[in-house]
């Protein structure tokens, strides 16, 4: 029989530790504020500098990229980009993907991620918005549909308390966030080089 110590466990008296001793929610980032709400619909949304880059060229970076996550293996054939306005330096991109919470032998749990990437190029910098983002869950036995303004806001994907993620969509919930750090730390990196 292994010791109990073998083992990692998910448990309060178990905590994590920053630098100075102080705990650590490895949650906290995901909490209170984290899903942005503009007009009642949830919109991630950022600014990029991009120093020394004119709107033009942002616009020819972000548009080969958006292209690029549409030949992603976790895309669906419907990823395409909708709007592809050059004159106004306007990029949009449709994206449906597979979101995945866990995957071991014989235990498959994830769903479809369907959301809007929207960028607006201007000389030195873009704005770029994750936005229109829904999810279909359990496809292949029970399916179930649900926007993000309905089950990954504070009130959704929190406890009533607003210190944990809620059991059913905060998984939800903190793999969208992931997503959308992922994208936009991807476009940063892009941008500024």
């Not at 466990?9 to 905590?15: A, I, L, M, P, S």
């Not at 619909?41 to 600014?47: A, D, N, R, S």
């Not at 592809?84 to 991109?93: I, S």
């Not at 399916?143 to 944990?164: H, P, V």
């Amino acid at each position: 029989m292994l010791p109990m110590a073998a083992t990692a466990q998910d448990n309060t008296w178990e905590q994590t530790v920053n630098a100075s001793g102080v705990p650590v929610n490895s949650d906290a980032k995901y909490l209170a504020g984290a899903v942005p709400l503009v007009d009642g619909h949830v919109v991630f949304e950022t600014t990029i500098k991009a120093p020394g880059k004119s709107g033009s060229q942002i616009y020819d970076l972000l548009k080969k990229d958006f292209e690029s996550i549409i030949k992603e293996s976790n895309q669906f054939e419907q990823s395409r980009i909708a709007i592809d306005d050059k004159e106004k330096l306007q990029l949009a991109g449709n994206y449906q993907e597979w979101l995945v919470f866990k995957n071991k032998p014989l235990s498959l749990d994830r769903t479809r991620l369907l959301y809007h990437l929207i960028a607006e190029c201007r000389d030195g910098e873009a704005t770029i918005k994750m936005t229109r983002i829904n999810y279909i869950y359990d496809e292949e036995r029970n399916m179930q549909t649900y926007k993000a303004e309905e089950w990954i806001t504070d009130k959704w994907g929190l406890n009533k308390k607003q210190t944990k993620l809620a059991r059913v969509s905060g998984k939800f919930r903190r793999k969208t966030i992931d997503r959308k750090d992922y994208l936009f730390n991807r476009f940063t990196t892009l941008l500024q080089k």
